[in-house]
């Protein structure tokens, strides 16, 4: 199958690509900087054409166009689209907030997720298994929700959960199948050293979950273990 993933040269994007490929897949890795990403370098010089470095930033319209220019190149059609690059403001406490945390927040984590799911819909309606993943998290759960601060975050990646739901509904007549996922508390830059599960653990979860998505759980919000999670 054909995978788009974004924001993959850490984390959690990084370690979806190593497992894509390990498997077979063909990925579409996209990221900033594709030529600073030494593990995606790496990887490039493991698997060859299987894997095409993609340049994009998600929160900048022109490279999302541009980043569809070059992903054309290579192939008429995606099967698996996932939105993965995210940031966070941090915690926040009430008295740091700034429209600035809460903007940059909604342009990378719901503004760039929604734009990139658009600009590439043609090559997924195109594809077999049509399918838009976006990397939600727990803690944008109003039902759930017991702390405050952290606001940019949780409400950028609330807004996220809406825009998501939304395509669902205007992407279920072509058979295309989008929800958010939230990948657990990981180990990476964002989630620090004291996350509960490692990155390879997290992306097993989550991609078992892609493995057995059906049409009737699109617009639904996943936990990695496969659970659902109250809006
Ligand atoms: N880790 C957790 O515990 C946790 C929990 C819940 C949800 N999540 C979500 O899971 C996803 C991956 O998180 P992570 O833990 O892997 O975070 P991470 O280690 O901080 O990596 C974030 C990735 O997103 C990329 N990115 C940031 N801004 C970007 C932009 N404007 N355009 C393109 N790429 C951009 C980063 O690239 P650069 O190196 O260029 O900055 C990096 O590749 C995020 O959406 C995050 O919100 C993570």
Redesign the pocket.
């Known amino acids: 199958m054909r995978f788009l993933v974004?924001?993959?040269?850490?984390?959690?994007?990084?370690e979806l690509t190593r497992q894509l490929l390990a498997r077979g897949e063909q990925v579409f890795a996209?990221?900033?900087?594709p030529d600073a990403a030494a593990d995606l370098q790496a990887l490039k010089d493991e698997y060859g054409d299987r894997l095409v470095l993609v340049t994009?930033?998600?929160?900048?319209p022109a490279s999302i166009a541009a980043s569809y220019d070059a992903v054309r190149q290579h192939t008429d059609a995606l099967d698996v689209l996932i939105n993965?690059?995210?940031?966070?403001a941090g915690s926040e406490p009430l008295g740091t907030v700034t429209q600035e945390h809460l903007l940059a927040n909604y342009r990378?984590?719901a503004a760039?997720p929604i734009l990139v799911a658009q600009q590439f819909l043609d090559l997924i309606r195109a594809g077999a298994t049509k399918k838009i993943v976006n990397?939600?998290?727990?803690i944008s759960s109003i039902a759930s929700r017991e702390n405050g601060g952290m606001y940019s975050?949780t409400a950028s990646?609330a807004a996220l959960n809406m825009l998501n739901k939304n395509l669902s509904l205007d992407v279920a007549r072509d058979g295309i199948t989008a929800i958010v996922i939230?990948?657990?508390?990981?180990q990476?830059?964002?989630?620090g050293p004291n996350?509960w599960i490692t990155?390879e653990e997290s992306v097993r979860g989550i991609l078992k979950v892609l493995d057995g998505l059906t049409l009737d759980q699109s617009g639904h919000f996943f936990h990695y273990t496969g659970s659902e999670v109250p809006w």
Do not use: E, F, H
């Not at 974004?6 to 990084?14: A, D, E, F, K, M």
């Not at 996209?30 to 900087?33: D, E, L, M, N, S």
């Not at 939230?182 to 990981?186: I, T």
């Open positions: 974004t924001g993959t040269n850490r984390g959690i994007g990084l996209a990221c900033r900087q994009l930033d998600v929160s900048d993965n690059a995210g940031v966070s990378v984590n760039g990397l939600t998290t727990g975050y990646k939230d990948p657990g508390w990981v990476t830059d964002m989630g996350a990155p």
